[in-house]
């Protein structure tokens, strides 16, 4: 090995897979834990290119006291040594050193992380910092290794990647759940003479908001470059504060021209599949250790509340078995006839037809009654949004919701009101400002035809793929109501 090869950094985890014994090397990171005696000692370096450490082997002979003792948990290091089988059971390399560099100091009196269990309380308080701890690195893996899967998924299908706008002035949804973006002086808003705010003095001489969704405008991509899919934030000032919303989520929404419902759902079903396929074959050592800390953690719940399966036994799960199809109105029966409806177990009480559906229903059906993912289809028009595919019954919509266990809907979609005047119609009916969507209905004034798409929340993918329960854990800096730092 040259001098100058000999200076480059190796990553912990190609050290790790190395059995070039005696060769000389440079490794970088972060302490885990330093454990030791006047003889010896043993650090465990991670630089986060694997959950997995590498003990490094500090000999006060070799390396002075005072820098031995600086390496404290949270420290960085960079070491210089010999990479040597290893004489300890649980692990195959570590690395004599032969001269340790302080790169960044942390002070144990002061370093919130210590070499403990932490709740995750706690480390959503010091967000800035939890990515250095086993579980949160490994949920940066794994989500990052999902949004390339994402990506692979629709590339190889032969989508294309749109990028839909931020700040738009359109509510997609319908929900008026929108965060404004103005550039006013809020201390002297700007009034019309009919006192009322005069947005033409505003950025963009009217009212914009942050998107909530960007189907809309990748309807427009997709009636002409028929497959199309969208991967970007979203935002929703939805005032829930659940473990499964955030204010700032990420969104996955293919749109594909010529698709009609049963389509979309083939193509929604075939993506999570392949997305769970992919983490169980590349994500290994994360998946296991988080199953590992999944299992711990359903320990301390109370045994009725217990999963039956284990993290990595419901992805295989999800990756072998077809999802259930059911429509709306049989799902109805289902929970009106269902013991927790019937003992009032259920917080909202499934009276009939037309009752939108809460959390606890979705989950009921996907854990008790069915023990599968389900894909709930035909909902009613009352409870859904205005582009929705109006049905031949006059009263149901081409809508579907896929529900997964632990979580409830992960996937929401339809197919799309392709008849101008239908749209219309009932645009009017739900004081949706025509006028001002005209862009939307020129879709259907040209070239019209029958489309369809859905959305995937990409953080309640996540819950589902680290078997994490809490929507905040899963998004490196969550948004939350009261809740905006870093
Ligand atoms: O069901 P939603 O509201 O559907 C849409 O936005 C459609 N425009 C999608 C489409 O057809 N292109 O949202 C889709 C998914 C939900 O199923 C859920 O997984 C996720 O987005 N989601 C949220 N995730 C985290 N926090 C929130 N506040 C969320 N709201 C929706
Ligand atoms: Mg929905």
Redesign the pocket.
Known sequence: MTEKQKTKRTKIKHALESSEFGTGIVVKGWVRTRRGNKNVNFIALNDGSTINNLQIVADPAIIDEETIKRCTTGACISVDGELIESQGAGQSVEVNAKAIEILGDADPETYPLQAKRHSMEFMRDIAHLRVRTNTFSAIYRVRHAMIFAVHKFFNEKGFYNVHTPIITASD??GAGETFKVTTLDLNNVPKTEEGEVDYKQDFFEKEANLT??G?LEGELAALALSEIYTFGPTF?A?NSNTT???AE?W?I?PEMAFYDLSDSMDLAEEMLQFLVTYALENCKDDLEFLNKRAIEEEKTKPQNERNELTLIERLEFVKDNEFVRLSYTDAIDILRNSKPNKKKKFQYIIEGWGADLQSEHERYLVEKHFKKPVILFDYPNEIKAFYMRQNDDGKTVGAM?ILFPGIG??????QREERLDKLQERMEAMGIPVEEMSWYLDTRRFGSTPHS?????F??MMLFVTGMTN?RDVIPFPRTPGNAEY
Do not use: K, N, Y
């Open positions: 997609a949804e909530v969704s189907q929703r939805e499964r919303h955030l989520f969104m929404e919701d809907e992960i996937v929401g979609g339809s798409g859905f959305g995937l929340g953080e309640r929507i």
